[in-house]
């Protein structure tokens, strides 16, 4: 797969937010189950903001993309 494609921004764009909830459940609430943290989050009312904070590495991502001028990847991360 090359570098500068979208299909490759697709793909890290999805998977980063996934990884960056992965990392936070386990250094935050590695105790419970991913439901009952699920459930914490929910009643404290702070989802949006949670998944907002995993977003975040997407940012990185697509800076990275297009400082190097892969400009077709940045575009995926952005699509996804």
Do not use: H, R
Not at 14 to 43: E, G, H, N, R
Not at 60 to 80: I, M, P, R
Request: hydrophobic share 55%; net charge positive; with cysteine.
């Amino acid at each position: 797969m090359k570098i500068n494609s979208i299909w490759l921004g697709i793909i890290v764009g999805i998977i980063t937010p996934i990884l960056s909830m992965a990392v936070f459940y386990v250094f935050s609430f590695k105790s419970l189950s991913f439901s009952d943290f699920y459930m914490i989050i929910q009643k404290m009312d702070i989802l949006t903001q949670t998944l907002t904070i995993c977003v975040l590495p997407s940012f990185f991502a697509f800076f990275f993309f297009y400082w190097k001028e892969y400009n077709k990847s940045a575009q995926g991360v952005v699509l996804s």
